[in-house]
């Protein structure tokens, strides 16, 4: 590279206020910008916990929900086989309803049968009765006849003897002929009697048969609305079994994606890679203002700062309130930020530092840092005491500031080095990918520049 002539000014003398104020302007917009997209990649990472959490929860509740329809495929399962046992029950029920229906109807038409063989009995016996009555008359008129015929013997004397005998044998005949008459009256007349009651017995019976009959087939027709009811239920418990089969099948294959969902790291690869974009937005913005401000034509400061605390009173706009300096310069101060109240830049005011008087200022910007104030134009007496202030500052860090610049050569020196030896190139020489070391205390980070320095 070659050197720039030595009758060239340096560039901050070209440097307009113009420039500087554009520079500021980009400074704020590129500041509001990253803050923008930390907040996002913030918000984005906290939406990408919430999602894992819910994405556990929902398995949790799929997991619950796949307990539940797994009790009720077995419920409805079971419901499926005590349906087809009702059905089964139903139908033998309807069978042995119409087999007692038509055993009733055999027993109603032998019933009829047989009220007409009682009919028929109690006629043959009342037929019976009319020829007994007929042989009782019979008798009697030969008991008349053999009493005439031994009357009539008697009067003949010796010559109707045997006559007379004959007769009283015939005599004797029938009045065993009248006893055997009347006992078999007495018999039949009891048959009569047992016929008329086994008739209205069984005339009773087959009443009684008739009365049943309606009750049997009132039954059957239940049992058939029955065996109807109970095939639809279970037709029915059929589908709702299937149905719940299916909806198991379908929460199986939810709760597999929630725990895909829950277990897979694309979420939480998510999380960390908008952890990460945060922590590295937050990390250019850390690297970008100091960047930009040590560039020639955009350092606002024309004066060297001191990191020195000293108690201040600020006035800005309608605020005051206490603080402390971070650092000073001759130009300004950075004071530490007051809670969380919010500032606009270019607010004007007055800054009183330690003992010294109140000075003019203005709010040059706002960063993580601090309110960046600008020192107004003063008079004397306030120049002299700051510069005093700072010449005891400066002389507190001489020994430090010459040590820095010492070491600051020699890395200087080792880089050039580095670089005519082709042991690093520029681009290394550059490198902003810092990486944190692990384990260090302020945390320390690394680039490809760093190991020619060990």
Do not use: W
């Amino acid at each position: 590279m070659e050197a720039l002539p030595a009758a060239v000014p340096p560039l901050a003398e070209f440097v307009t206020l113009a420039d500087r104020e554009a520079v500021s302007v980009l400074e704020q917009d590129v500041v509001a910008a990253m803050r923008r997209l930390a907040a996002d990649l913030g918000r984005a990472e906290q939406f990408s916990t919430q999602s894992e959490t819910r994405s556990g929860a929902i398995n949790d509740s799929v997991l619950s929900m796949r307990e539940a329809t797994a009790t009720a495929s077995a419920n409805s399962a079971a419901l499926v086989t005590a349906s087809r046992q009702v059905s089964e029950s139903a139908e033998e029920i309807g069978c042995s309803m119409s087999l007692a229906r038509e055993r009733l109807d055999a027993a109603a038409i032998r019933a009829g049968e047989a009220t007409g063989m009682m009919t028929g009995l109690a006629m043959a016996t009342a037929e019976i009765r009319g020829i007994v009555d007929s042989i009782a008359e019979i008798a009697r008129q030969t008991n008349l006849l053999a009493l005439n015929a031994s009357i009539e013997a008697a009067r003949a004397g010796e010559a109707g003897r045997g006559f007379g005998i004959v007769a009283q044998e015939v005599k004797v005949l029938s009045v065993e002929v009248r006893e055997a008459v009347d006992h078999i009256r007495n018999r039949v007349d009891r048959l009569t009697q047992a016929a008329h009651g086994s008739a209205a017995i069984v005339t009773d019976a087959l009443q009684m048969v008739r009365d049943v009959n309606p009750v049997i087939a009132a039954i059957g027709h239940a049992s058939q609305e029955q065996v109807a009811a109970t095939a639809e239920l279970s037709r029915n418990a059929g589908e709702t079994a299937r149905f719940v089969e299916t909806v198991a099948e379908r929460v199986a294959e939810i709760a597999r994606i929630a725990l895909s969902a829950a277990t897979e790291s694309e979420s939480a690869s998510a999380r960390r890679a908008t952890a990460r974009g945060a922590s590295l937005a937050g990390g250019l913005l850390r690297r970008f203002i100091p960047t930009l401000r040590h560039s020639s034509f955009a350092d606002r400061r024309r004066h060297d700062r001191f990191p020195a605390e000293h108690p201040v009173e600020l006035r800005l706009g309608t605020r005051h309130f206490g603080s402390r300096t971070i650092d000073i310069g001759r130009g300004g101060a950075l004071i530490a930020r007051p809670g969380q109240d919010e500032f606009v830049p270019g607010l004007t005011g007055s800054l009183a530092i330690a003992d010294l008087p109140p000075m003019p200022c203005r709010l040059a910007a706002i960063s993580d840092l601090g309110l960046h104030m600008a020192f107004e134009q003063q008079v004397f007496e306030q120049t002299r005491l700051l510069d005093e202030l700072l010449e005891r500052t400066e002389t507190g860090y001489r020994p430090l500031i010459e040590r820095t610049h010492a070491f600051a050569a020699a890395v200087e020196a080792l880089f050039s080095e580095a670089l005519v030896r082709a042991r690093l190139s520029e681009g290394d020489l550059f490198d902003a990918d810092y990486i944190a070391i692990p384990e260090t205390d302020p945390q320390q980070y690394r680039n490809r520049a760093l190991p020619v320095l060990e």
